[in-house]
């Protein structure tokens, strides 16, 4: 029986990575993400503004509707639930929202309304990411009257 040498080891050896060549692999792995990473992020957050500005829309496009049906925009206190529900009021011809569904915004919170607004016959509102008035980026109020 023949001894073999290291060198014909090496090559006889089925399939297997060195650590050496595992971590060059994970080493340009990290980098490569370094890189890609701060271009797509930010891409997250306008996003999800851009959904919030779609959701206002929509729940306004509702809103209108229900005051076609009804002559008048719910209540403060009756909410944008009235979309969904009838609170009671004549020719009301709804539901006016998809799948009975009041969206929250996309940071998981329930959109603000008042009407009358004081901005113009109803007011629909989120406070953005952060979750408190004004802002700047993704933190900025989402609103209905801009």
Same mark, same amino acid.
Request: some cysteine.
């Given at each position: 029986?023949?001894?073999?040498?290291?060198?014909?080891?090496r090559f006889c050896c089925n399939g297997g990575f060195?650590?050496?060549?595992?971590?060059?692999?994970?080493?340009?792995?990290?980098?490569?993400?370094?890189l890609v990473a701060p271009k797509v992020f930010p891409k997250l957050g306008k996003?999800?503004?851009?959904?919030?500005?779609?959701q206002v829309e929509m729940l306004g496009q509702a809103l209108d509707q229900y005051r076609l049906d009804t002559?008048?925009?719910p209540t403060t206190s009756q909410g944008l639930q009235a979309l969904n529900t009838n609170p009671g009021? @004549?020719?009301?011809? =709804?539901?006016?929202l998809k799948k009975n569904l009041i969206p929250q915004d996309p940071w998981g919170r329930a959109y603000n309304y008042a009407c009358p607004g004081t901005h113009g016959e109803y007011d629909i509102w989120?406070?953005?990411? @952060?979750?408190?008035? =004004?802002?700047?980026g993704e933190d900025q109020d989402v609103v209905s009257w801009q």
């Amino acid at each position: 029986m023949k001894l073999r040498s290291l060198a014909d080891r090496r090559f006889c050896c089925n399939g297997g990575f060195t650590l050496v060549e595992l971590l060059v692999v994970m080493a340009i792995i990290a980098l490569l993400a370094a890189l890609v990473a701060p271009k797509v992020f930010p891409k997250l957050g306008k996003g999800k503004t851009a959904a919030a500005k779609a959701q206002v829309e929509m729940l306004g496009q509702a809103l209108d509707q229900y005051r076609l049906d009804t002559g008048h925009y719910p209540t403060t206190s009756q909410g944008l639930q009235a979309l969904n529900t009838n609170p009671g009021v @004549d020719k009301w011809d =709804g539901p006016y929202l998809k799948k009975n569904l009041i969206p929250q915004d996309p940071w998981g919170r329930a959109y603000n309304y008042a009407c009358p607004g004081t901005h113009g016959e109803y007011d629909i509102w989120s406070f953005g990411r @952060d979750g408190a008035q =004004g802002g700047e980026g993704e933190d900025q109020d989402v609103v209905s009257w801009q």
